[in-house]
């Protein structure tokens, strides 16, 4: 696959930026040049620990750093839009962050800011490029499982609540919905598409319910039900303060998969294993990921350096339409809450 060589630039310096920074290194084609910060310390001790970056003090500096090809955005979610507009107008191919913004609205801004300056826009869902959900995509494609039935798709942890902290402040985009809700969304509606043959498919219907912190005013932790055509179910949850799972499974007429770990796969390079279990199978078979040879955010980032390639402004893994048809489902999601940002 024809991939170009990209020099990126980062957008923030928090736990994300670095996981993707480490990754970056195992990429086919991205190099790491430089990072951006709001103040010079937190660039200089972050751009410290990758070599040979370049640290500028404020995001600006870093989007007129002629250098920087493509840049990836790791702020709060609030901060996504405005960013990634700058990006686009400073002539920067752009990977942001999940949810690419906080609602339907400012995602068409961003939008309309990159197709006006031609540049490429991808919203970074790292575990859609990864091998194992390749290898999902190619059974559910293939009728492994028959006629499909059910999805149920899960990820939750618990976090201590603490009233500033971006997972529940609602004035950093706090609430388990945007943060990792979008997952379990964007799994259900990838698995209901490729049994149809399509990228990804809509819910004809959604029902959703959730707890919204009583101080916070955010969620803290909800449950979907999401119908697609053909009767196809989707049971999703999300939760910032549950001791839960962070698993899936896709039920057939034929059989059923069982993914332990669907959306933080192979994380520093480990193998992972999904379970096939067949109608009429005395035991599930298990499938095995092995020989990982690139970091989980590399594979996103290599996306992002092929279709530049190709001259797209859009990646097929994760394509505008689909994150538009994400966002519009996190909307439902919240509205059903009576969760709201300010702006909104």
Known sequence: MTTTALRWGILGTGHI?????????????????????RSDAAAAGFAGAFGDVRAHGSYEALLADA??????????HPWHAEWAIAAARAGKHILC???????????????????????????????????????????????????????????????????????FNRALGGGAILDVGCYPVSFARLVAGQAQGRAFAEPVAWLGAGRVHPEAQTDEYATALATFAGGVLAELSCGTTVRNDQSAQIHGT?????????FLPGQDRHDEVIHLHRRGASAPQDIAITGLVHGLYAYEADAVA????????????MSWDDTLGNIAALDAWRQALGVRYAGE
């Open 254 to 262: 034929e059989g059923w998969l069982d993914i332990p770990n669907p």
């Open 17 to 37: 930026a670095r996981k993707f920074a480490t990754d970056l290194s195992s990429s086919r084609s991205g190099r790491l040049v430089a990072v951006g910060s």
């Open 97 to 167: 962050e999940k949810p690419l913004t906080l609602n339907q609205a400012d995602t068409r801004r961003v939008m309309a800011a990159a197709r006006e300056h031609g540049v490429l826009l991808m919203e970074a869902f790292m575990y859609r490029h990864h091998p194992q959900t390749l290898k999902i995509v190619e059974l559910v494609r293939a009728g492994v499982l028959g006629e499909l039935r059910l999805i149920r798709a899960s990820f939750n942890f618990a976090a201590t609540f603490d009233p500033a902290h971006r997972l």
């Open 306 to 317: 092929e279709a530049v390639a190709r001259g797209a402004t859009e990646a097929p893994a």
């Open 67 to 76: 250098q920087v090809q493509a840049v990836y955005i790791s702020t709060p």
